[in-house]
C-alpha cells in the first residue's frame, strides 16, 4: 500500500500547503504521541529539535500541540543537526523524538522526520500505522485534561550533541594548525559544528552562520559547491566541510579546491576501516552510488550492497547485513558505530581525525576513479507519469542503446516534485542522448 503522507524521508512539502501548514501539524503530532506511548513508562516525553526556517516557528507550536494532547511532555531544542536530535532522543530516554526540517530543500518547504526511542527513523511499515492514525477521529487519541502534557524548552542541546561526539575520539585528539573552512548552509549546524571544530582548535573560517529564516540552502550548503570551493582556495584551507540544511549530510573540498562527494568519501572510510580492522561486512550505497566505487569496492575484497534511495534504507540494510558503514553520493554517510543516521559533523570530524598528522586531503581521497555520471531533474506535476507507456517505451529504447557501456537510472524523487534520471557511462555523447531521450518522453 502506497504512503499518503510519508516519502523518502519523513514528511515534506511547500508551507501552508497540502500538509505542511498547523492543523496537519497537530494531527501529525497526536498521531505520533498515541503511537509512541509506553504506558509501562511513568512518563511519556517527546523532544522537538528544528532548522532555521522561518516556518518552524508556525509549524511547531501545532506539533507541540498535538503531542500534549495525546499525553506527552514535549523539550523543544531549539535548531540543531538531524542527528543531535537523534542522539538525544536515545541519551534522554524520550518515546520518541521530531525533526522539524526540509532538508537540503529551500526555505518555502518544511518537513517533519521521525525517530523511535532507539534514535532510528522509522519503518515503513511504522509509518503506516501512524498515517492510519492521522486519518482516524481525533476524539479517540485526546487525552484527559488530568494527563495532558507539559511543555519546557532546554537551551544547552547543542552543547550535549558536541559532548556525544567528542567521546567518539580520543581525549588528546586536536586540530591545532588546520584552517578549516565549514559552510552551515545557514542551518541546524550553524551553532555546533564552528564551536566543535574551534574547541579542538582548529582555525575556523565559518560560512552560512547567519540564518534569517529565509536564507537556509540559499546558494550555499552541500548543494552549491561551488561557495565551499572558493572559499578554500580564498583562505588556503587544508579542507572545507559543507552541510545541507539539517547538517545530516556533507560533501567536502580538499586544499586544491577539489570538491569530494559523498561516494568518494565512503569510498576513503571504507579503505582507511578496512586497514584499521574495524570495517564490519562490507559497505551499503544505493541505487544513485556510482558504479566507479562498486568497482572500487569489488577490486578491494570489501562488500557492496544498494539499497533504495534514502539514508533510513541504507540504515535499514546496514542492520540486515551487520555492516557498519553505509552511505549516499548526496552525502548522507551512517558510521553505524557511532550513529543511527547521516550526520554530516560526525562524518568530518572522521576524516579530519585522518588529516590530524599533516597529511593533504586530496592524497587521502585519491582513491578510485568514478564512471562519468550525468544527473537530470525534470520538474513535473504529477511523478506517476514515469510508469505511463510513452515513458516506459524510452526508457527501453535508451537502455538498449546504453546495454553494455553503462547504466541508466529513473526515478521519482521522494522529497521534490521532480523525476530524476541518472546515467553513468565513459562515453558522454551516448549517456547525452539516452538522457535526452527519456527527457523528451516525459516532457511531451
Known amino acids: 500500500m502506497k504512503k499518503k503522507y510519508f516519502g523518502t524521508d519523513g514528511i515534506r512539502g511547500t508551507v501552508n500547503q497540502g500538509n505542511i501548514n498547523g492543523e496537519k501539524f497537530f494531527k501529525f503530532g497526536l498521531a505520533a504521541g498515541t503511537y509512541f506511548k509506553n504506558l509501562n513508562k511513568r512518563k511519556q516525553t517527546a523532544i522537538i529539535a528544528k532548522d ?51 532538508s537540503h530543500n529551500q526555505y518555502f518547504d518544511n518537513g517533519l522526520k521521525l525517530f523511535g526511542p532507539d534514535g532510528l527513523k522509522l519503518s515503513d511499515k511504522i509509518e503506516k500505522k501512524i498515517e492510519k492514525l492521522i486519518d482516524s477521529k481525533i476524539t479517540k487519541q485526546l487525552s484527559a485534561p488530568k494527563i495532558l502534557g507539559r511543555v519546557k524548552r532546554i537551551e544547552d542541546a547543542n552543547e550535549k550533541y558536541i559532548n556525544i561526539l567528542r567521546k567518539n575520539f580520543p581525549k588528546n585528539f586536536n586540530l591545532r594548525g588546520l584552517r578549516i573552512v565549514v559552510d552551515c548552509a545557514n542551518g541546524a549546524g550553524y551553532k555546533s559544528a564552528p564551536k566543535l571544530l574551534k574547541e579542538l582548535g582548529a582555525k575556523v573560517i565559518s560560512v552560512g552562520v547567519k540564518p534569517n529564516g529565509l536564507n537556509i540552502n540559499q546558494k550555499c550548503g552541500s548543494t552549491f559547491p561551488k561557495k565551499i570551493k572558493s572559499y578554500v582556495k580564498k583562505y588556503n584551507a587544508k579542507l572545507g566541510i559543507s552541510l545541507d540544511g539539517d547538517a545530516d549530510r556533507l560533501i567536502m573540498c580538499d586544499e ?107 592524497k587521502i581521497f585519491d582513491v578510485y576513479k568514478s564512471v562519468p555520471q550525468l544527473l537530470e531533474n525534470i520538474i513535473v506535476k504529477d511523478k506517476s507519469i514515469i510508469s505511463s507507456s510513452r515513458c516506459k517505451q524510452a526508457m527501453k529504447k535508451a537502455n538498449k542503446l546504453i546495454k553494455d557501456n553503462g547504466r541508466l537510472l529513473v526515478r521519482k524523487s521522494g522529497t521534490e516534485p521532480k523525476i530524476r534520471i541518472m546515467g553513468e557511462s565513459y562515453d558522454k555523447n551516448l549517456l547525452i542522448k539516452c538522457i535526452k531521450i527519456i527527457k523528451d518522453a516525459i516532457k511531451q
Open 52 to 102: 532555521t526556517r522561518l516556518s518552524g516557528y508556525t509549524l511547531e507550536p501545532a506539533l507541540v500541540s498535538g503531542l500534549a494532547s495525546a499525553g506527552m511532555h514535549v523539550t523543544t531544542l531549539g535548531p540543531l543537526p538531524t542527528n543531535g536530535l537523534a542522539m538525544l532522543t536515545k541519551s534522554m530516554k524520550a518515546n520518541m523524538g521530531i525533526m522539524i526540517t526540509a
Open 256 to 362: 586544491n579546491g577539489h570538491i569530494i562527494d559523498g561516494d568518494q568519501i565512503i569510498a576513503m572510510l571504507a579503505l582507511r576501516w578496512k586497514k584499521k580492522k574495524i570495517l564490519k561486512g562490507g559497505v551499503v550505497g544505493t541505487l544513485m552510488s556510482n558504479y566507479g566505487l562498486e568497482k572500487f569496492l569489488k577490486m578491494q575484497k570489501i562488500r557492496f550492497i544498494r539499497a533504495d534511495v534514502g539514508d533510513r534504507y541504507v540504515k535499514e540494510a546496514m542492520k540486515k547485513n551487520n555492516f557498519n558503514l553505509g552511505g549516499e553520493q548526496s552525502g548522507h554517510i551512517i558510521l553505524g558505530n557511532f550513529a543511527t543516521t547521516g550526520d554530516g559533523l560526525l562524518v568530518a570530524m572522521e576524516v579530519l581525525f585522518s588529516l590530524r598528522k599533516g597529511k593533504k586531503a586530496s
